[in-house]
């Protein structure tokens, strides 16, 4: 049982930094920020989850019948990620690239301490709880100042040139003109080997430049994750299923007039509608697998979303399933999500390996959390930087999808648009 004491604030901002770098102390974090975007699908401002209780740390092998064993014997708030190459569990699917990351395909961990911000009140949630170490801790929390942080700017390297990119991308279009696949999400990896950085300071800059509503902060031990995500793949709400996937990219201006013109003109794109509608269908045929018949149904098609740095295009499908569904069983029917895949699925996953040269891993995986009722909300890892601090190796990755009406030159260019947040908070 956890003991739950909640405080009312007058400065939650304040509060969100200062847990941010109290947290730096333990083994296990996680942090995840709305950043008070406006959503209906939102349980909360802020959440922070740290210091393993228990925890599960497996590779690909039978992983998700292990996460809905721990998840079933916990019956407890669980806070972690599923890589992307969980994908090779559920298909005859494998992931032979390079790895500089070396991060686990799974971890989850029952958190001793967890805070959770909601307007101006903290509910905080005790595992034994020892005397009056609740309100010690909450004292420490509020005493904490930022300590002064640098690092070495690192030196990035291109996994795949330019040139090869559009070689690829061409590959990629003759797969999808001889029929074996309709739409593929191609990414490229950004690299620094000998990396030395500050994760919380990088990760407080890129979230300070994008503002994304599912940005995360991740920690394990070595292995950091700075996350400026803008997408949703998976939420549960009681019996309604919610996922909401993201095609079209469009740049954003400081000129009010040439902003709402790139919004329009992504609104009215073809080519992005066409994306972003084969995703959906890919999205309502995961979906099905575990729905109730009949309750698959698009909230929103195509709608535009803006925030700092882009417009994006996302499209909300939802399901109702029964109360008796794993939700481990809705995750491993949907995962890993359509937008960073293809359609059909498997097809493109196995080009997707062939032609990518980086492991995916933790990066177009998924980061949240599971409540003690089963409810979830997981995140899609993308605009984000992946940090080893025990090998000093630090990779982002961005891609596109490549559709037959791509342009590889212009693919490439959406790919520079997507990285210029890691660039600039890197250099």
């Known amino acids: 049982m956890r003991t739950i004491i909640s405080k009312k604030l007058e400065n939650p901002e304040q509060i969100k930094n200062q847990l941010l770098h109290w947290s730096q102390q333990f083994r296990e974090v996680v942090l995840l920020d709305s950043n008070n975007y406006p959503s209906k699908y939102s349980s909360f401002d802020f959440i922070v989850a740290i210091d393993a209780f228990t925890a599960i740390k497996t590779d690909f092998h039978n992983a998700f019948e292990d996460l809905q064993q721990y998840q079933q014997q916990t019956k407890d708030w669980l806070f972690g990620y599923l890589s992307y190459d969980l994908k090779n569990d559920t298909e005859d699917l494998q992931s032979s690239n390079f790895d500089g990351l070396g991060f686990p395909d799974l971890f989850f961990f029952q958190p001793k301490k967890l805070f959770l911000l909601k307007g101006n009140e903290l509910e905080i949630h005790y595992l034994f709880l020892c005397d009056d170490e609740l309100e010690t801790d909450f004292l420490d929390i509020q005493n904490n100042c930022n300590p002064e942080s640098s690092h070495e700017k690192p030196q990035i390297q291109q996994r795949i040139s330019r040139d090869d990119y ?80 993201i095609k079209g990219t469009a740049k954003r201006y400081s000129d009010a007039i040439l902003d709402e013109n790139s919004k329009k003109e992504l609104a009215a794109n073809p080519k992005e509608r ?40 996302i499209s909300t499908v939802t399901s109702k399933v029964e109360n008796s569904t794993s939700p481990i069983e809705i995750i491993r029917t949907t995962f890993p999500m359509g937008s960073m895949t293809g359609a059909p699925k498997i097809s493109a996953m196995k080009i997707i390996e062939e032609l990518e040269e980086t492991k995916r891993g933790l990066y177009s995986g998924a980061v949240g959390y599971f409540t003690p009722v089963g409810d979830f909300d997981f995140n899609v890892v993308i605009r984000s930087i992946l940090y080893n601090a025990q090998n000093q190796y630090l990779s982002f990755s961005v891609g596109s999808a490549i559709t037959s009406e791509a342009i590889p030159e212009q693919e490439y260019e959406e790919c520079l648009l997507k990285a210029k947040a890691m660039f600039e908070v890197l250099n």
């Open 166 to 245: 559009l070689a690829k991308t061409h590959t990629m279009l003759e797969h999808i003109h001889r029929g074996d696949i309709y739409e593929a999400n191609f990414c490229m990896e950004f690299y620094a080997e000998n990396a030395s950085i500050n994760p919380i300071d990088i990760y407080q800059k890129l979230n300070n430049i994008s503002k994304p509503p599912l940005a995360t902060f991740f920690k394990n031990n070595h292995h950091y994750l700075l996350c400026a995500s803008p997408e949703r793949y998976l939420r549960k709400e009681g019996n309604k299923v919610i996922s909401q996937p």
């Open 274 to 313: 066409s994306e972003n509608i084969m995703i959906v269908d890919l999205v309502r045929n995961d979906l099905s697998h575990t729905a109730l018949k009949g309750s698959v149904e698009v909230e929103e098609l195509c709608e535009i979303f803006s925030f700092e740095q882009v417009h994006q295009m």
